[in-house]
């Protein structure tokens, strides 16, 4: 028998194949240092392991929940409230292109959630919609997006949906500091 082992956090992933006898050892790692209360918004329920989305490409893709605390829908508030040009070059600022895929995938999020009838995309992608904000496209999109499902910050919640999480909302909260304009204020 061999242990199929897959541990994600903020960037880290790993993934590697045991020997069973590694198996007591494992468990009681994992006994020893589980967290007692996790936050369940930062941990997004999936299919069971071994399942594949469609056509087997992204993994398990379907019924994910995001459950958020106050400071996420905070943010989410927050972004909703602005225009998506604003949001990119005003007061969030992304540096990386997993920060500009999160602000974008965050943004047409609250758009959605803020009036269920209006789709925020208007069926346009990530890329496209950095394209029409003025922004060179990343060389490797699908790089750039695994980076910020690794970070925690998004997952996909349905094959080409992506969904921010907790962690998500969260570290745009960052990146919109604190101020009452929704930029930081340096004393």
Known sequence: MRIHLNLHSPGLHLETLLRSEALPELMELIQRHRLEDPDPGLMPSRKPFGRRGPRGRHGPCDDV????DAAALETRERVSAMSV?????KHASPQTFAEKFLVLAAWHEAIAYRDKT?????????????VLLG???PANPPRD???????????????RRLTVTTAGWHHLGELLGSGDDGKTVLV
Not at 65 to 68: D, G, I, K, P, R
Not at 145 to 159: D, F, N, Y
């Open 65 to 68: 929940v995001v459950q958020l």
């Open 85 to 89: 040009e604003d949001l990119f070059h």
């Open 118 to 130: 209006k789709a925020s995309s208007g069926g346009r992608t990530l890329v496209q919609s950095l």
């Open 135 to 137: 922004e060179t496209p």
């Open 145 to 159: 997006v695994q980076q910020a499902i690794s970070q925690g910050w998004i997952t996909r919640s349905k094959p």
